[in-house]
Nanobody
Framework: QVQLVESGGGLVQAGGSLRLSCAFS????????????MGWLRQAPGKEREFVAG????????YYGDSVKGRFTISRDNTKNTGYLQMNSLQPEDTAVYYC?????????????????WGQGTQVTVSS
């Protein structure tokens, strides 16, 4: 019904930046991109999936995990059916697979179980 595809991951040195994108698509009939809140979550090897950032369906409200506040910025362009995660001042501890997720609510959530749809993930590796 809904497909999310992440892109933009890669290898970067500590202190560098990356911008992740999440492209949304759906079947012909159904809720549009603007009807879903979005989140970015990440999972490092041996660790649980961690909330990174969330944005409301309209884009007027954002929320960040403590470890990325002031460094990462979540945004969305509902006219392009795409969400973004700008990551600055990257550190080795940011190394993980990053997933975008969508939930059919106005507000995002820090709880991974609240998301209805997930992308396949994109690897981000930060070297020291």
């Amino acid at each position: 019904q809904v497909q999310l595809v992440e892109s933009g991951g890669g290898l970067v040195q500590a202190g560098g930046s990356l911008r992740l994108s999440c492209a949304f698509s759906r079947r012909a009939f159904g809720r549009t991109f603007g009807g879903y809140a979005m989140g970015w979550l990440r999972q490092a090897p041996g660790k649980e999936r961690e909330f990174v950032a969330g944005i409301s369906s309209s884009g007027d409200s954002t929320y960040y995990g403590d470890s990325v506040k002031g460094r990462f910025t979540i945004s969305r362009d509902n006219t392009k059916n795409t969400g973004y995660l700008q990551m600055n001042s990257l550190q080795p501890e940011d190394t993980a697979v990053y997933y975008c997720a969508a939930r059919s609510e106005r507000a995002s959530s820090i709880n991974r179980r609240d998301y209805d749809y997930w992308g396949q993930g994109t690897q981000v590796t930060v070297s020291s």
